[in-house]
Nanobody, 122 residues
């Protein structure tokens, strides 16, 4: 059974930082590309970042470029999203996703986590 479990969300002031983690089990992690998406209340799910199998290639949504960094540790079966210079508009539920293809910003990932709430206050 494939499981993706996010952690690290919470409440932070504007300008602050958070790091999300996504622990993956039930598959060979290094065979999967990872993505992060977010969804704010009343809005559609938005692509945030993606990383390929080895971590050499990354891809970001325009709204987070230069502020967020996606990474992975294949030895720990975990993907990360480092979020710096957070803004109130970054408030959302953040989801990690996995697929054996490098689908980048496509929503067609095979597996999804349950989500982690990130709230950025003024």
């Amino acid at each position: 059974q494939v499981q993706l479990v996010e952690s690290g969300g919470g409440l932070v002031q504007a300008g602050g930082s958070l790091r999300l983690a996504c622990a993956v089990s039930g598959v060979t992690f290094s065979d999967y590309c990872m993505g992060w998406f977010r969804q704010a209340p009343g809005k559609e799910r938005e692509f945030v970042a993606a990383i390929n199998w080895s971590g050499i290639s990354t891809y970001y949504g325009d709204s987070v470029k230069g502020r967020f960094t996606i990474s992975r540790d294949n030895a720990k079966n975990t993907a990360y999203l480092q979020m710096n210079s957070l803004r109130p508009e970054d408030t959302a539920v953040y989801y990690c996703a996995a697929d054996d293809r490098y689908v980048r910003d496509s929503p067609e990932y095979n597996y999804w986590g349950q989500g982690s709430q990130v709230t950025v206050s003024l």
